[in-house]
């Protein structure tokens, strides 16, 4: 148990709740934002402690807070965290002021509803990666659904009302499972305390049936090839920072909820299933890559290259070792600071050129040379070159898996080589296309540098310097992976023959 | 006989409401106008009184009648129901003024109804006091009757309801010739499995149509969108609520029958499954905002059914949570229907458009209530929805879980047409405005409040249904 004066993370969730209400009494746009970045600023620092108090030699879930909620059904308000979690709230945390300053001209009605929006999500957001009661977990989980929605619905491009829905109805018939399996673990394992549930051995039956239940809610939520359809919508349509905090945060939560739930709570389910993970992943990385290379939508080729991305992460995740999942956790954080990062530039040129068309906005690199030196650091970034972020997590899923199987590994070269063909060209034609109707327009602004210069720094400090990352995350992750093969194996003696046994425990269900 | 009246004040109290009320109603011309001024603060007198009597305990009438903590429960949650009824019809526009008294006179006998029904624990007496909520909506329904729509609601909601009646009260001669007693404490002491008591069994099933009829269960719900979208949105707002208590109540205090595995059961669960299955395809199809919230009564009905067949005191508990969940999310969801059809017509999706600017506390009462009926933390409906899974699963009936999660999926489009339609299109211009004044807004925010407290802070009155759930035995 962690010794601190005051409820980290508890501040964490409720400060930008409370900030939110507060925005309703102001009035001045301007006031609204600068408000805004001031609280998103504060959350920043709140997030301090956590910092400060973390022990990175433990595996153990650390500033840990307990109460009872609803006593009669052992639901718990239990808040916690870990190597796992901890980056993905801190990334939570740093997106915001960043949401909040490339929305700052983008962003012109509805201008308190829209921060009040942002601020939920963070607040749910951080809700998500911080439970470890899994009815917290839901209830936070569904949250962040509604002010999601809102930002697309709202604030969206002209298709905005057909993305907002899909995405919401994806998502939410996605997890409607998610409650089912919850019910089922909390008779099964007596508790909705994750830490506690983690130590029992299911029976292979049902894991069987709660991982898929789970992991149907999760695919959707990365997305998972053939689940992804709402997310190049939801993508294209979203304001900036919608598509920032969706690419950022939101797809984050469903490779989170594979190591979070379907890891430890159903081991040998997962490795029986790990196969077909693999295979779908790699398909995730092959189709986002190739259907990327013919967008000439800016930001459905970003959107598609997510797909891909997320397939890294889902593969690495199932390679069952320390170099996949170690490369699985660096490429969620990789995907957020550098996918963030280049919708923020989409979100920049779309400001000046009213397009999101590549064919509207060529040439850029002769009148706007610092955007287009981000726009290369980001994109080298994207497809992994060495020496920024996403190499160091690509070549460790890669290694991980030619140490599980070297087909695997041969597999998901190509989808390295497409990620490198689409990035470039769509870069090469930003720079030197030749403009159509090029109009000059001005370079960056003060603004746009504070807000493309964090995610910057990241990128080649985590490329240069990764150690930290490591540290923070290797605890926790030899922890996750030697329980999950201790526990494939307590319980591996039923898994005979899987599917008979899976249609006898259905018809158990189902008596 | 000597009886001590105290346990009975919540029925005393509606009793002294429907004596001033009959008064008015047979009075002069001139003391007909007045209606609206005293009647929504007297309403909060049996709130308060059903409050206080939450602890008694007792039967009365020759063993017919029974206060205990699950007729005290449903009393409050009647007694709430029906203020908010009240405060929300004093505004009705299509009202005529000589109706007033009679319009609300009805309305309070159906409630003192529904009340009675809470305690009765003889089937002769259930019967009763049904009919006599019943009767009393009847003629609500046809208050509106120069209206082709309100004629044709009031026909069919009389015509299926008296063959509902008659099909219970024939089962009802077969339980009496099967089991000889119609006193449930005796009831409930029998083998209800089909071998053992065909007769009496049978008779049960006609004898639950009556109930089912009244919670719309499938495939006795045919009246509710009928009945709904004839009525005015103010007595649809009593009409889709408080008689749902009453059965609710009923169907809990006959649940100690249905063990798990029983044909009855069985089929209970079956009905569920397909009410809330039909409910919520149908209501995918709808563009009236009524007819919507009937169909969607009909899909809860179902998941009602969840808590009944898993034979339980906690399942009786989600049930009786649920059933309060759903009265006050509903109730929200009316709330605003009443609101923004200033002029009394259907509401159409299409007239919510851009409610988020005409009327922000209103569109955003409506995004609760709608959120809420979904099962969408940290809304009611959600908390009951665990519950109820909880409660039903490993009981044998886990197939009935997964078809309600399913459920929740299905039902999640046209729930989120609600919100669409508020918050993400723009207004035509040629709409009234609807009502913003601060009555509007204070009673939005209370229920709103009312839907989300239920659902961040259920514990303490899951407790209470907890002792609801454990008294029957």
């Not at chain 1, 597999?411 to 390295?416: E, F, H, K, N, R």
């Not at chain 2, 006179?105 to 006599?132: C, D, N, Q, R």
Request: aromatic residues 14%; charged residues 10%; contains cysteine.
């Amino acid at each position: 148990m962690q010794e601190v004066a005051y409820p980290v993370l508890t501040v964490l969730i409720f400060f930008p709740l409370l900030a939110a209400i507060g925005l309703f009494f102001l009035r001045g746009e301007n006031t609204v934002r600068i408000y805004t970045l001031v609280v998103s600023v504060i959350e920043l620092a709140l997030s301090y402690p956590l910092f400060a108090g973390f022990k990175l030699e433990s595996a153990a879930f650390q500033f840990v807070e307990r109460m009872d909620w609803v006593g009669q059904w052992g639901v718990e308000y239990y808040l916690g965290t870990d190597g796992i979690s901890f980056l993905m709230i801190i990334l939570t945390i740093a997106v915001l002021p960043l949401c909040v300053l490339c929305s700052w001209t983008y962003i012109t009605t509805r201008i308190k509803e829209f921060h009040f929006c942002l601020l939920f999500m963070t607040a749910a957001c951080v809700g998500v990666f911080t439970a470890l009661d899994l009815v917290l977990f839901y209830v936070f989980w569904e949250a962040m659904l509604v002010p999601m929605y809102l930002l697309i619905a709202v604030w969206g491009g002209p298709e905005k009302r057909y993305a907002s829905l899909k995405f919401f109805l994806y998502t939410l018939a996605g997890s409607a499972l998610l409650l089912v399996a919850i019910v089922a673990f909390r008779v099964a394992g007596g508790t909705f305390a994750i830490p506690e549930l983690m130590e029992q051995n299911f029976a292979f039956s049902f894991q069987f049936w709660a991982f898929l239940a789970l992991a149907l809610a999760f695919a959707i939520k990365v997305p998972m090839f053939p689940f992804h359809t709402w997310l190049p919508a939801a993508h294209v349509q979203a304001p900036t920072a919608g598509s920032v905090i969706l690419a950022s945060v939101l797809l984050k939560m469903g490779t989170y909820g594979f190591l979070r739930f379907n890891l430890p709570l159903t081991p040998a389910a997962s490795e029986y299933f790990a196969p077909f993970m693999i295979a779908i992943s790699i398909a995730g990385i092959l189709y986002g890559g190739i259907v990327a290379l013919g967008q000439n939508d800016i930001k459905k080729v970003i959107a598609y290259s997510s797909v891909g991305h997320m397939g890294f992460v889902t593969l690495g995740i199932f390679l069952f070792n320390q170099r996949g999942l170690e490369g699985a956790l660096f490429q969620m954080l990789n995907h957020g600071i550098t996918t963030g990062g280049l919708f923020m530039m989409i979100g920049a040129v779309y400001e000046r050129s009213h397009s999101r068309e590549l064919g509207d906005n060529l040439g850029l690199g002769k009148y706007m040379p610092a955007y287009m030196f981000f726009w290369g650091l980001f994109a080298l970034s994207s497809f992994g070159f060495p020496g920024t972020n996403s190499f160091v997590g690509e070549i460790l899923v890669f290694v991980g898996a030619f140490e599980q199987n070297p087909w695997i590994g041969a597999l998901m070269v190509p989808g390295a080589m497409v990620a490198a063909a689409y990035m470039l060209r769509v870069s090469l034609k930003l720079a030197w296309g030749r403009p159509t109707s090029w109009k000059q327009w001005p370079d960056l602004n003060l603004r746009e540098w504070t807000y493309l210069v964090v995610p910057a720094v990241f990128v080649l400090y985590i490329g240069l310097a990764p150690g930290l990352c490591f540290k923070v995350m290797d605890a926790s992750l030899i922890k996750l992976e030697k329980d999950v093969k201790e526990g494939a194996k307590v319980v591996s003696i039923e898994k005979e023959r899987p599917m008979e046994m899976a249609l006898n425990s259905l018809k158990g269900i189902l008596k | 006989m000597n009886v001590n009246p105290y346990p009975f004040m919540p029925e005393l109290s509606m009793f002294l409401i429907i004596a001033l009320l009959f008064v008015q109603a047979v009075g002069s011309e001139r003391m007909r106008h007045k209606v609206g001024v005293w009647l929504p603060i007297a309403s909060l007198l049996p709130i308060a009184v059903s409050l206080l009597s939450v602890g008694q305990e007792g039967l009365f009438f020759h063993g017919a009648y029974q206060i205990d903590p699950l007729s005290q429960f449903f009393k409050v949650a009647i007694a709430i129901g029906f203020s908010v009824t009240i405060f929300n019809a004093t505004r009705q526009p299509t009202l005529v003024t000589e109706k007033r008294s009679d319009y609300f006179l009805f309305l309070a006998i159906s409630a003192w109804g529904l009340m009675m029904l809470a305690s009765s624990v003889e089937l002769i007496t259930m019967y009763l006091a049904l009919e006599l909520s019943s009767y009393a909506l009847y003629a609500i329904i046809a208050l509106r009757a120069k209206d082709k729509g309100a004629a044709e609601a009031a026909i069919k909601y009389i015509m299926f309801g008296a063959v509902s009646t008659a099909l219970a009260l024939y089962g009802f001669s077969y339980i009496l010739a099967g089991m000889h007693t119609t006193y449930l404490a005796e009831l409930v002491q029998k083998t209800w499995s089909f071998e053992a008591a065909p007769m009496a069994v049978t008779g049960m099933g006609l004898f639950l149509l009556g109930m089912f009829y009244k919670l719309a269960l499938f495939p006795f719900h045919f009246w509710c969108p009928d009945v709904y979208e004839g009525a005015s949105n103010e007595t649809a707002a009593f009409v889709a609520t408080l008689p749902k208590l009453g059965a609710v109540v009923i169907l809990i205090r006959l649940a100690a029958m249905f063990k798990p595995g029983y044909d009855i059961t069985t089929v209970i669960a079956v009905l569920g499954a397909l009410s809330m299955t039909f409910g919520n395809l149908a209501a995918l199809a709808q563009k009236d905002v009524k007819r919507i919230l009937g169909y969607s009564s009909v899909a809860h009905a179902g998941y009602i059914m969840i808590g009944l067949v898993s034979g339980t005191a906690e399942g009786l508990a989600a049930a009786s949570f649920y059933a309060l969940a759903y009265v006050a999310m509903n109730l929200t969801c009316f709330w605003v229907v009443s609101r923004v059809s200033v002029d009394g017509r259907n509401l159409q999706l299409d007239d919510l458009n851009g409610l988020h600017k005409r009327a922000p506390a209103l569109a955003f009462a409506l995004a609760v209530g709608a959120f809420a009926l979904v099962g969408l933390p940290p809304m009611a409906g959600f908390m009951g929805k665990l519950f109820l899974f909880s409660s039903g699963w490993n009981h044998g009936y886990n197939w009935l879980i997964i078809i309600a999660g399913i459920n929740t999926a299905i039902s999640i489009y046209y729930y989120l047409g609600l919100v669409r339609h508020a918050y993400t299109k723009d207004a035509a211009e040629d709409l009234p405005l609807p009502d913003t004044s601060v009555f509007s807004f204070a009673g939005a925010a209370l229920l709103s409040l009312l839907v989300l407290g239920l659902g961040m802070m259920p514990a303490g009155v899951f407790d209470f249904a907890l002792k609801v759930g454990s008294v029957v035995p």
